[in-house]
């Protein structure tokens, strides 16, 4: 029997792929880990990009160790935590914790650029533009993101969404950390999370032991964390595919199946 494209018999189209890119260990599973999970969770191929190994943390035990070590174990957490998320592969670049924004702009682009093509992705995830806790690291991978988007050409690359948090949980946090949040007309994908893609989150979060201070603090603000995490927000960033409508549930929505 001769096999059509997309039949049994044919060549199957490549799974729906997203690429997430990062700053440092721990933002994945912090920022929208409920999301990775959930698609991980339907058999989509989910990537993790990280630039740095965190050795500039400051939560908690960080601050007691050295850098080596401290980038040592978080290496570490970030592979247990992208195993709980269901992650199809991660890496870390190894740049320097808070200096991203003095790398090389093209050099930062062309990482992203190489990810790009060995995914080929069809979405991009990376923070909101204001990089949610204005992070400089945060704000610089977003910019290399963006170029990065706009000079590919792999083909099946569709859009990017950048996480964010409401300012409803933005607004407890302040005026210890100075949050941005995601204003209400940017969001243009709101992913509800299921229970078992919320125990998933907490486990990566988990993972993260040396970071764990941070989910004490999260407890503190907001008590029960399930009852603010019952979705994650995305502004759309860039796309070259039109979503079907302003506000999605689903961020393949509208690309080919
Ligand atoms: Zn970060």
Redesign the pocket.
């Known amino acids: 029997m001769r096999g059509e494209p997309g039949t049994l018999f044919g060549v199957m189209r490549k799974r729906r792929t997203i690429l997430a890119v990062?700053?440092?260990p721990d933002?994945e599973a912090y920022g929208p880990g409920g999301t990775l999970a959930h698609y991980a969770m339907q058999g989509d191929a989910v990537h993790l990009l990280t630039f740095t190994r965190g050795e500039a943390g400051s939560l908690g035990v960080s601050k007691e160790l050295e850098p080596d070590e401290l980038a040592r174990l978080r290496t570490i957490e970030l592979k247990v935590a992208s195993e709980a998320l269901g992650l199809s592969s991660q890496k870390i670049v190894g740049w320097p914790d808070s200096g991203l924004a003095s790398m090389p702009f093209e050099d930062g682009v062309g990482v992203v650029g190489d990810a790009l093509r060995l995914h080929e992705p069809d979405v991009l995830i990376t923070f909101h533009r204001e990089g949610v806790?204005r992070?400089p690291?945060?704000t610089t991978v977003y910019g290399w993101v963006m170029e990065a988007f706009a000079r590919t050409d792999v083909k099946t690359v569709a859009r990017v969404y950048g996480w964010g948090i409401l300012e409803e949980l933005c607004k407890p946090q302040r005026p210890e950390r100075d949050m941005a949040s995601i204003p209400q007309d940017e969001i243009a994908a709101r992913i509800p999370l299921s229970e078992e893609a919320y125990q998933r989150k907490v486990e990566s979060i988990h993972a993260h032991v040396t970071q764990i201070t941070f989910f004490d603090r999260l407890k503190e603000w907001f008590g029960d964390y399930r009852s603010v995490n019952d979705a994650e927000y995305f502004e759309l960033a860039a796309s070259r595919v039109p979503q079907p409508q302003p506000v999605v549930d689903d961020l393949f929505a509208g690309l080919p199946a």
Do not use: M, N, T, V
Request: aromatic share 12%.
């Open positions: 990062f700053a440092h933002d806790s992070h690291d945060h």
